[in-house]
C-alpha cells in the first residue's frame, strides 16, 4: 500500500513547502535504506 501526506499552511508567515526550513542534512540521509516520497509533478 501507499501512505499520503497532505501538506497545509492556514496560519503564520506564508510557507514554501518546495524548501523546507529544516532539510534533512547528509548525516541524517545516510540511514539503512535510501528515503524515498512521492512527487505528483
Known sequence: GVI???LCST???AV???HP???IDAQESQC???L???NSE
Open 4 to 6: 499520503g501526506f497532505m
Open 11 to 13: 496560519e503564520g508567515p
Open 16 to 18: 514554501d513547502f518546495r
Open 21 to 23: 526550513v529544516n532539510p
Open 32 to 34: 539503512d535504506r535510501p
Open 36 to 38: 524515498k516520497f512521492y
